[in-house]
C-alpha cells in the first residue's frame, strides 16, 4: 500500500510536513494542495470549481473516523444529504448502516463515508466529467489523510470513476481491483438496493468478499499486486 508520503509525492505535494506549513485555497481545488483536515473541510465548504456550487446547499466532504481502515465511496450528495451535511442519510442511509452491520461495522467506528463528488447535481444526475475532476483532488486528499486498507465502491458511478473504466457494476462486482495500491470492492449502491431488492443478495456476496479481503491483509501489507 502506497504510504501517506507517497500518495502525496503522487500528487506533486511532497514530504508530508508540508501540510503543516501552507494553507490550502478556500475556494477552488489546486492540482497539488496541502490539505490537512481542516483546511480540507474548508476548501469543500468553500470551493466553486464547478457549476454545482450554485445549485447546491453545502458541500458535503464525508463522515466516520479519520483513521479508518475501510473507506466507503458513493457516487454524489442526494438531496437529504445536501441538507444535512452528511454522505449516506435517509433510506439509502440506513440500508448502508445495516449493510456494514452484517460484516460487523458501524458508520463511525473504523469506517469514514465519502463520495466521489462533493455537491449534489440537480436532479440527481449522473455527475459530469468536469465535475469529477473539480473533486479528485478532495478525494485524493482524504485516501491520503485516512490511508484504508480496503475501499469499498458503492454504484456504478463510484466504481467506474475510481477504477477508469466503462464496465457495468455488473461486471465490477464480484472481484478485488485495486484504487493507487489500495484493494478494492465494488457493489451496487443501497439507493439501487431500495429500487430493485432482489439484488441485495449479490450485495451481501460483496460485502462478504470485502470482508475477507480485508481479514487476509497484514498491518504491513504492501501495494496490492493484481
Known amino acids: 500500500m502506497l504510504s501517506r508520503d507517497d500518495v502525496f509525492t503522487e500528487l506533486g505535494i511532497g ?11 478556500p475556494h477552488t481545488p489546486d492540482a497539488s494542495p496541502p490539505y490537512t483536515w481542516d483546511t480540507l473541510t474548508d476548501a469543500v465548504a468553500h470551493c466553486t470549481a464547478c457549476k454545482l456550487s450554485a445549485t447546491r446547499t453545502r458541500g458535503v466532504l464525508g463522515v466516520g473516523d479519520r483513521n479508518a481502515d475501510w473507506l466507503i465511496i458513493g457516487e454524489a450528495p442526494g438531496v437529504e444529504e445536501d441538507t444535512q451535511g452528511e454522505p449516506f442519510v435517509g433510506p439509502a442511509g440506513k440500508l448502508l448502516d445495516a449493510m456494514l452491520a452484517s460484516i460487523g461495522l458501524t458508520r463511525r467506528d473504523n469506517v469514514y463515508i465519502t463520495n466521489v463528488v462533493k455537491s449534489h447535481p440537480p436532479g440527481n444526475r449522473d455527475p459530469e ?8 483532488p478532495y478525494l485524493l486528499a482524504q485516501i491520503a489523510l485516512i490511508q484504508p486498507r480496503l475501499i469499498l465502491a458503492l454504484g456504478r458511478f463510484a466504481a467506474q470513476s475510481l477504477l477508469d473504466t466503462h464496465e457495468a457494476i455488473g461486471s465490477l462486482r464480484g472481484r478485488v ?3 493507487q495500491g489500495v484493494p478494492l470492492v465494488a457493489s451496487y449502491h443501497p439507493a439501487y438496493l431500495l429500487r430493485k431488492p432482489t439484488d441485495k443478495a449479490r450485495a451481501w456476496e460483496d460485502l462478504c468478499l470485502a470482508r475477507r479481503t480485508f481479514n487476509s491483509l497484514t498491518p504491513d ?6
Open 221 to 226: 501489507s504492501g501495494p496490492l499486486s493484481l
Open 15 to 25: 514530504p508530508v510536513w508540508r501540510l503543516r506549513e501552507t494553507p490550502a485555497s
Open 129 to 136: 466529467p468536469d465535475e469529477v475532476a473539480a473533486c479528485r
Open 177 to 179: 481491483h485495486a484504487f
